[in-house]
């Protein structure tokens, strides 16, 4: 499975809690939807970072870095890339 989708499934399951993948769609603000605020950004980036075995700085986590699950993964394959 790839980073997408693992990050995907995470926000399916534990912010919309279904396993449809058609419930939101890669590109869909989850900031501006409601799907996740402040303390979802923190949850995210514990997942991100025990999943993917990365750190996330204090000046990473910003909002246009977790907005959308396409975000966020463009995000992730920076800091692993770094």
């Known amino acids: ?3 997408q989708q693992r990050i995907k499934g995470f926000i ?11 419930a939101i769609s ?8 409601g ?15 025990t999943e993917f075995s990365i750190k ?5 986590m910003t909002p246009d870095n ?3 699950i396409d975000a966020i993964a463009a995000f992730v394959d920076r800091v692993r890339t770094k």
Request: aromatic share 8%; glycine share 6%.
């Open 66 to 68: 977790f907005d959308s």
């Open 26 to 33: 890669n590109d869909a603000s989850l900031i501006g939807q």
């Open 1 to 3: 499975m790839g980073e």
């Open 35 to 49: 799907v996740i605020d402040s303390t979802g950004i923190l949850e995210v980036i514990v997942f991100l970072e």
């Open 12 to 22: 399916l399951s534990n912010f919309l809690f279904t396993d449809d993948a058609n």
């Open 56 to 60: 996330i700085s204090d000046e990473e």
